[in-house]
Structure formats: structure tokens, C-alpha cells
């Protein structure tokens, strides 16, 4: 194959899964985002206090639900590149007990300690209700987003990315017409809302369903022979995709929790526009990360290093460009996004939120380098560096970093905070992966 039709091949295989998951994840980010507003527009500011405050939840959830499907599908990917189908069914099986367990720990969750964790995750008697009603609808729904989760990557990585999309793009709409329906016509308050994000990952799965059922996939379970290797590898595998999610639920806590102290429930409110804004933007960096990832593990699982350099850099391109593109919209579109969540013409949630978003956003581009940073080393069998850059963002950089500027400049550091742990961890990732290529150099030569 000549030099300029390879790369002809992997640019067009780039855009074919890149663009497809980074539709599929923008969907999917619209889960919570239909909620915000229409909870909004439907229950007001405190409507949308409760919610923000019961958002982490929802993303501890989705992200173990990646790390399983992230950690067993990449190994997947590459035991299959390797034709070697025993051993790929092995991971898909472990990774089906995987979810079934963690299923079993959410649910016991949502009927048992849904209050205690209203309560825990700072709900005051103003959104004690709405918050806890929103916990325990979520949580008994949790096994049907770990298995849309799981389902979704190893259909991705079976080579059927537009199926993935087009569940992910059918369960989001879904969940945006059920948000309608259940809030405004049928009256059925923050209840209504969860039922329909809940509903959301079933009618997801029911899109996959053919694949599996017409035995179009080339994974299927086997004879489970329990091997805690292989439990370790889908685990270390997976944590980045993990961490990637649980922090913004952890960040999303300790910003509440800041945030009730320096401007009360109106600041929660505010933050509630941007975070949930911020899934959106991480969703779309995830996308293009989830994109590549199949790619990568493939051509790295069959030594093709020169494919493995050219999807990641069309990768970082793209990111870069998209970012400088958001920032704009953010920048200038402010005070209309903060509008759009603000029907009771809150003036102390605009005052918070505009120059949050503007000041919060300028970490976009260094979040998108990150999470591409990080999946490509997972992808390339090389998870301490993804876990290092993870485990930084996610908790050893961004909380203490949270507390240190807000006790210096108040808001303006807090919304700090997140673009300057960021640029942090970029620096050491870029640090990462030039010594992992110049260890690699040395070992091939």
C-alpha cells in the first residue's frame, strides 16, 4: 500500500469512527443536560439546585459503566486484531460479570441509603425531596446504564461505530421528548425528569438489540474460568475511563460545597449551568478519544506503529480546532447560555455564571489533550502513564487546587481552578509520552 493511500485510509477511517462517537457522546451528554433545562424552566432555581447536587451520581455510574466497557472492549480489540477469539469472548465475559456485580451494589444503593446520600452530597431542607427522589429513581435504574455502557463499546470496538451512534443519538432524543412530556404535560415534577433520563439507556439498549440477536457481533459469552488477571487487566484498563467521569462528579461536589459558602444556593445554580455545559464539551473530547481508541488498539495489536502516530495526531488536530471553536461560542454566547437556564430572570445566578463560563472554558482545549493523552496510552497497552494523567486531573491536582484558589481570589479562583490543573497535567502528559517513545525507540533498536 503506497505511502499517500495509507494515509488517505486513516484519515477516512478517523473521520468515520471520530465523528460518529463524537455524536454518539454529545448525545449521550444531553441526557443530563435535557434535564437541566427543562428542570429549570419547569421547577425553578431550586429545581435546578437539587439536581446539580445529585448530577455526581449519575456520573460515578457512568463511569464505571466505561470502565468496564472502555477496559474489557480495548483488550478485546486487541486479543481479536491477534485472532485470538477464545481468549477476546474470556474479556467480554469477565466484563459481563463485571457490570452484573456493580449493578447489584447501585441498586442495594438507591433502595437503602438514597436519603443519607441526599444529605451527604449537601441537600438542605429546600431540595431535600426533589434531590432524593432524583438519587433513588437514578439508582434503581443504574444497571440498565452499565449494560448500554458496556454494550455500546464492544459493539463500537466489533467494528459497528454507526450503531453505537445511532443508539446513543436515539436514547438522548428520547430522553429530551420523555423530559417534555413527563415535566410540563403530565405534571410529574423532578420525578418525571429522572424517569425519563432512567428510560433513556433502555431504549438505547433496544436499538443494539438486533446486532446481538441476529449474531452479527463476533463476541459471545463463554464458560466463565474466573481469572483475577483478567479482572485486573479490564480494571486498569478501564480507570481512566473511570476517573475521567467520577472526577467531574468529585469536582462537582467540592465546588458545590464551596459554592454554598461563598454564594449559597444562586451559586450552586450557576455552576449547575456551567457543569452541566462542561459535559457537553467533555462528552465531545470523549468522543473523539472513544473514536480513535478502536483504531489504535487494532493497529497497535497487529504492530502497526505508523497507523498507531497518524490517528493520534489527526486526533489532537481536530481537538485543537474544535477547542478554539467552543471557546468562541462560550465567550460570546454567555449571557444567552445562562438565559437559557435562568427562566426565573435570577440575577445573582447570571451575575455567578456569565464570567464563570468564560473563565471555566479556557481549560477546554488542555481537557480535550488530556483525555486523548490518556486513552491513547491505554490503547497502546500502556495504562500507568493514562492513570497518572487521570488520577491528576480527576483528584491530586484539581481539589486541592479548588481550595487553594478560592480562598484567594473567592469565585474568580474557583472557576480558575479547573483550566490551571488542566495545563498542568498537559505539561506532564506531554512529559509522559515523550519518554514512553523514546523508551519505545530504544526497545525497538
Known amino acids: 500500500m503506497g505511502k499517500s493511500h495509507l494515509q488517505n485510509h486513516c484519515f477516512k477511517e478517523f473521520i468515520w469512527y471520530a465523528s460518529l462517537n463524537v455524536l454518539g457522546m454529545i448525545?449521550?451528554?444531553?441526557?443530563?443536560?435535557?434535564?437541566?433545562y427543562f428542570v429549570a424552566n419547569g421547577l425553578g432555581s431550586n429545581g435546578l439546585a437539587?439536581?446539580?447536587?445529585?448530577?455526581?451520581?449519575?456520573?460515578?455510574?457512568?463511569?464505571?459503566?466505561?470502565?468496564?466497557?472502555?477496559?474489557?472492549a480495548t483488550r478485546y480489540s486487541m486479543l481479536r486484531s491477534q485472532r485470538q477469539e477464545k481468549k477476546s469472548n474470556l474479556v467480554f465475559t469477565h466484563s459481563l460479570v463485571l457490570v452484573l456485580c456493580f449493578a447489584i451494589f447501585f441498586v442495594t444503593l438507591g433502595l437503602f441509603f438514597s436519603a443519607p446520600l441526599a444529605r451527604l452530597l449537601g441537600a438542605d431542607t429546600t431540595v431535600f425531596d426533589m434531590c432524593e427522589t432524583y438519587l433513588k429513581v437514578l439508582?434503581?435504574?443504574?444497571?440498565?446504564?452499565?449494560?448500554?455502557?458496556?454494550?455500546?463499546?464492544?459493539?463500537?470496538?466489533?467494528?459497528?461505530?454507526?450503531?453505537s451512534m445511532a443508539a446513543?443519538?436515539?436514547?438522548?432524543?428520547?430522553?429530551?421528548?420523555?423530559?417534555?412530556?413527563?415535566?410540563?404535560?403530565?405534571?410529574?415534577?423532578?420525578?418525571?425528569?429522572?424517569?425519563?433520563?432512567?428510560?433513556?439507556p433502555v431504549?438505547?439498549?433496544?436499538?443494539?438489540?438486533?446486532?446481538?440477536?441476529?449474531?452479527?457481533?463476533?463476541?459471545?459469552?463463554?464458560?466463565?474460568e474466573p481469572s483475577s488477571r483478567m479482572f485486573g487487566y479490564i480494571f486498569a484498563t478501564g480507570v481512566p475511563s473511570l476517573v475521567t467521569e467520577v472526577s467531574s462528579g468529585i469536582v462537582m461536589i467540592v465546588f458545590n460545597m464551596i459554592l454554598l459558602?461563598?454564594?449559597?444556593?444562586?451559586?450552586v445554580a450557576a455552576y449547575g449551568v456551567i457543569a452541566n455545559l462542561s459535559l457537553v464539551v467533555i462528552a465531545i473530547y470523549t468522543g473523539i478519544a472513544q473514536g480513535?481508541?478502536?483504531?489504535?488498539?487494532?493497529?497497535?495489536?497487529?504492530?502497526?506503529?505508523?497507523?498507531?502516530?497518524?490517528?493520534?495526531?489527526?486526533a489532537v488536530t481536530t481537538l485543537i480546532g474544535l477547542s478554539a471553536l467552543i471557546y468562541c461560542c462560550v465567550f460570546f454566547g454567555a449571557e444567552w447560555i445562562t438565559a437559557a437556564f435562568n427562566s426565573g430572570g435570577n440575577a445573582a445566578l447570571t451575575a455567578i455564571a456569565v464570567p464563570g463560563l468564560r473563565i471555566y472554558f479556557t481549560g477546554g482545549i488542555f481537557a480535550g489533550l488530556n483525555i486523548v493523552m490518556s486513552v491513547y496510552f491505554t490503547s497502546t497497552d500502556n495504562a500507568s502513564p493514562a492513570n497518572i494523567i487521570s488520577l491528576l486531573r480527576g483528584f491530586l491536582v484539581i481539589l486541592p487546587m479548588s481550595f487553594l484558589l478560592s480562598g484567594l481570589f473567592q469565585l474568580t479562583g474557583l472557576w480558575a481552578?479547573?483550566?490551571?490543573?488542566?495545563?498542568?497535567?498537559?505539561?506532564?502528559g506531554v512529559v509522559l509520552l515523550r519518554r514512553c517513545r523514546r523508551m519505545k525507540k530504544k526497545t525497538d533498536g
Open 27 to 36: 448525545a449521550l451528554s444531553c441526557y443530563i443536560l435535557a434535564d437541566t
Open 50 to 72: 437539587a439536581l446539580n447536587l445529585a448530577i455526581p451520581v449519575y456520573s460515578f455510574i457512568h463511569g464505571t459503566g466505561l470502565m468496564l466497557g472502555m477496559g474489557g
Open 417 to 428: 481552578a479547573f483550566p490551571v490543573t488542566e495545563l498542568l497535567v498537559t505539561a506532564v
Open 139 to 163: 439508582l434503581l435504574f443504574s444497571p440498565m446504564f452499565l449494560l448500554n455502557d458496556y454494550m455500546l463499546c464492544f459493539a463500537r470496538n466489533d467494528g459497528a461505530p454507526q450503531l
Open 292 to 314: 480513535i481508541q478502536p483504531l489504535l488498539s487494532k493497529y497497535y495489536g497487529c504492530g502497526a506503529a505508523d497507523r498507531v502516530r497518524k490517528i493520534f495526531r489527526y
Open 203 to 224: 431504549i438505547s439498549l433496544g436499538v443494539l438489540s438486533p446486532f446481538f440477536l441476529k449474531k452479527r457481533n463476533h463476541f459471545h459469552m463463554v464458560k466463565l
Open 168 to 200: 446513543m443519538v436515539t436514547g438522548s432524543l428520547s430522553n429530551v421528548v420523555l423530559d417534555y412530556v413527563f415535566i410540563f404535560p403530565m405534571g410529574m415534577g423532578i420525578f418525571g425528569a429522572v424517569l425519563a433520563t432512567g428510560l433513556a
Open 261 to 267: 459558602g461563598l454564594a449559597g444556593n444562586s451559586g
